[in-house]
């Protein structure tokens, strides 16, 4: 069975390396968005049931992709929407300390300093080799008794990807709790919050989980969500908040408490148009099933990884066992290795002076090989302008 011909027909790029980036939109996700905002033209007002639905639906699969209760999950815009929820929301106190990671991608760093400033919190800075090894400044900073700690499950420069089996364990030991960028790493790998807790999880749809731009979801652990005081918060934010809509005059109430839940992020009107898409593309690892898509994905990337090794090259992963593989370049020959590629019809990128490839689980292993040919011929300088690989 080919995945691409089944879910990505009309992708055009002869190789799609760049779902550390954004994807392209599966063929179901498409029938799934263009349906509804078929709804939406017909029907206006009347598409908003269908639209719910899968927003209901979504919740649902995304429970049952990561091991969570639908009722802790809560729909969003975007990782950094989640992580500004909670950065801000936490129940800080002045002098407080706050765990973040050099190296990071800015959107798991700037809300945490904005919270740092607005509340008067202490940052530890540590490397992500300092967590990994018990290195003598982790010890320092656990000793500091830090409240939370703000991590990427993988390096979007790099692929390295830390272990959510220590790093619950570390969570358990040193009592801290952990907010978890997931978005590099969910898909690829396999997320079980039963197995692994975790207090905080937020992770947007349009990379690994093969979805459209604007959606995502964000987890709250059922014991965490007092912890986060309202700060994000609107009239779907509360409990019952539509019954003045349908049960006749006397129903409004400013005053109703906030939802316990996550979903009381969910503070307007939602992407159905969206969150249906994601909906149709979480359906595609749910009929796979996670473990096998992981299979795949990370059987493309270790392709990758011994191609790389074998011109000579050591991937910047460190062999974690993600799915992105990069290799620093300097930037002359990076920007000219990106465009070469490109007009090779090969989709990657270049974060942070990296060449990185993603790919993703229906990427074939001769896609994978047609890459590593190209790249070849590109550090032997067999490309001359338009003459390149002639």
Not at 85 to 101: H, K, M, N, T
Not at 132 to 158: D, G, K, Y
Request: charged share 20%; glycine share 8%; aromatic share 10%.
């Amino acid at each position: 069975m080919s995945y691409r011909k089944e879910f990505f027909p009309d992708l055009e790029y002869s190789v799609y390396l760049n779902h550390a980036a954004i994807s392209p939109l599966n063929s179901r996700a498409v029938a799934a968005l263009t349906t509804q905002a078929q709804r939406y033209a017909q029907s206006g007002l009347k598409a908003w049931t269908a639209g719910n639905d899968a927003c209901i639906s979504l919740r649902d699969k995304l429970a049952r992709l990561i091991s969570a209760e639908p009722k802790s999950i809560g729909l969003i815009s975007n990782t950094s929407h989640g992580l500004c929820v909670v950065a801000q929301e936490f129940s800080w106190q002045p002098g407080d300390r706050l765990v973040l990671f050099r190296g990071e991608f800015p959107g798991n760093v700037v809300p945490w300093l904005a919270a740092a400033q607005r509340f008067q919190l202490e940052v530890l800075w540590l490397d992500l080799d300092d967590l990994i090894n018990r290195s003598e400044a982790f010890l320092a900073a656990m000793a500091q008794r830090p409240r939370l700690m703000a991590i990427s499950w993988v390096q979007f420069q790099t692929g390295r990807a830390v272990s959510l089996a220590t790093l619950s364990q570390l969570r358990t030991e040193f009592g801290f709790q952990v907010c978890l960028d997931a978005i590099q790493g969910l898909g690829p790998l396999v997320l079980n919050l039963e197995e692994t807790p975790m207090d905080y999880v937020v992770c947007g749809g349009h990379k690994w989980l093969l979805g459209p731009e604007g959606v995502g979801f964000m987890y709250v652990h059922p014991q965490r969500i007092g912890d986060l005081k309202p700060v994000f918060a609107s009239w779907l934010s509360q409990e019952d908040p539509v019954s003045f809509l349908f049960n006749g005059a006397g129903h409004i109430d400013y005053q109703k408490p906030m939802r316990l839940e996550p979903s009381r992020y969910e503070m307007g009107t939602l992407n159905a148009i969206g969150y249906a898409a994601l909906d149709a593309s979480i359906g595609i690892f749910l009929e796979i099933g996670p473990q096998r898509v992981s299979e795949l994905a990370l059987a493309r990337a270790e392709t990758c990884r011994e191609g790389l090794r074998a011109m000579g090259i050591e991937p910047a992963d460190g062999g974690s066992g993600a799915a992105i593989v990069s290799f620093p370049v300097a930037t002359d020959k990076l920007t000219h290795y990106v465009k070469e590629l490109d007009r090779k019809s090969i989709s990657a990128a270049t974060p942070d002076g990296h060449l990185r490839a993603a790919p993703h689980f229906y990427v074939e292993v001769s896609e994978i090989n047609f890459y590593l040919d190209t790249l070849a011929e590109l550090r032997l300088g067999k490309n001359n302008g338009s003459n390149c690989f002639s």
